[in-house]
């Protein structure tokens, strides 16, 4: 049995329960849209509208943006960057919010946490995973 777009989009309504999030679905893909105020947030979302049945692909046109009381300047972001970063043999540039990692770490998992780690920092719009690893 196919699931029409109206069925689909109430179902993830109901999987996110977000009032802020825009859900429009055609042919079993859904476009998500708003106002988020992190990656992580932005991801979460994403995450949870493909664990719904029947979504078959997810244009994620969701913005980050910073209430802007708590907008950060690219120097604090670097800061917290570097503090949730705790390895000194990664690099960070910060330029309007996104983040670009470079360096030689030892492991794929170890390059995959590190810009896990600058995601999850408020401020960071985007993170750009450039860290090389050892090859053995």
């Known amino acids: 049995m196919t699931i029409t777009d109206a069925i689909l989009q109430r179902d993830v309504m109901a999987a996110l329960d977000a009032p802020a999030i825009g859900i429009a ?36 046109e969701i913005e980050i943006r910073m209430p802007w009381d708590a907008k950060r300047s690219d120097t604090e972001l670097a800061s917290a960057v570097r503090c949730a970063l705790a390895d000194e043999r990664i690099q960070c540039v910060v330029d309007d919010g ?27 719009r985007c993170v750009e995973n450039d860290l090389a690893t050892h090859r053995r």
């Open 25 to 60: 679905v055609h042919l079993g893909t859904v476009t998500i849209s708003g106002l988020v105020s992190s990656w992580s947030e932005k991801h979460a979302i994403e995450q949870s509208v493909l664990a719904v049945p029947g979504v078959r692909d997810v244009a994620n």
């Open 98 to 124: 996104a983040a670009t990692l470079s360096g030689l770490v030892e492991t794929e998992a170890q390059r995959e946490a590190a810009a896990g780690a600058a995601r999850q920092v408020p401020g960071v």
